[in-house]
């Protein structure tokens, strides 16, 4: 159980366009969700945390304005990165957790590549 | 603010050998402790978390590790290495507001 999918999987795009990240929980109801980001052989970073039906809360320096996070349902939540830009490639990788659950379960991240 | 701290960029052990992966974190309190294991293009696999009680802790694949208050660490072992033990090791820790603050990993490589 506790199983966390993420959409897709890579995805390459071109400057100045936008792409929309799908962070789904399959077997559980997900009242948080966090979006991690990962630079190549770096750690994660914690960009912001959903709850469900609420704003998320973003980490200092990240631009709410520029990764704008969705978290509308219990078992979906997005993550749209506008106008981006070649310094926006990462992997980006969502965790969600429950009420039920003691630890959050993390997809199998994104890679973006920005060109 | 909290921290995590892995001292060790990289470790290479023999196949078959004895590890033990470094993690020291600060906070005022005892926080949960978690180890995550990384694969190359891959999510995060939970190999075992620390919240209360025994502080030698087992996990999965044949780890374990050990919350050690005095020191603030909690190191992750393993007896015996296998080469698909190869991988991205990222300890954690949740302060109280569930999301992770994470280590800088330490890249585990096997030798044959």
């Known amino acids: 159980g506790a199983v966390v999918s993420q959409h897709p999987s890579r995805v390459i795009c071109k400057s100045g366009t936008s792409v929309k990240i799908e962070c789904r929980s399959l077997d559980f109801q997900a009242t948080t969700m966090f979006w991690y980001r990962q630079f190549p052989k770096q750690s994660l970073m914690l960009m912001a945390t959903?709850?469900?039906?609420?704003?998320?809360?973003?980490e200092q320096g990240v631009e709410k304005d520029k990764f704008l996070i969705n978290h509308a349902s219990l078992t979906l939540s997005t993550l749209t990165v506008t106008s981006a830009h070649p310094e926006d490639s990462s992997f980006y990788i969502c965790s969600a957790t429950g009420l039920q659950l003691d630890t959050q379960y993390f997809g199998p991240g994104t890679r973006l590549t920005v060109l | 603010a909290q921290s995590v701290t892995q001292p060790d960029i990289h470790i290479t052990v023999s196949e078959g050998a004895s590890l033990e992966l470094r993690c020291n974190y600060s906070y005022g309190a005892t926080p949960y402790l978690f180890w995550y294991v990384q694969s190359p293009g891959q999510g995060l696999q939970l190999l075992l978390k620390y919240f209360s009680g025994d502080t030698l802790v087992q996990g999965i694949k044949g780890f374990e590790a050990e919350f050690k208050r005095s020191q603030s660490s909690f190191n992750l072992r393993k007896p015996s290495v296998h080469w698909s033990d190869a991988a991205e090791y990222f300890c954690a820790v949740d302060t109280g507001r569930r999301a992770l603050t994470f280590g800088s990993g330490t890249r585990l490589q096997v030798q044959p």
């Open positions: 959903s709850n469900e039906g609420s704003k998320a809360t973003y």
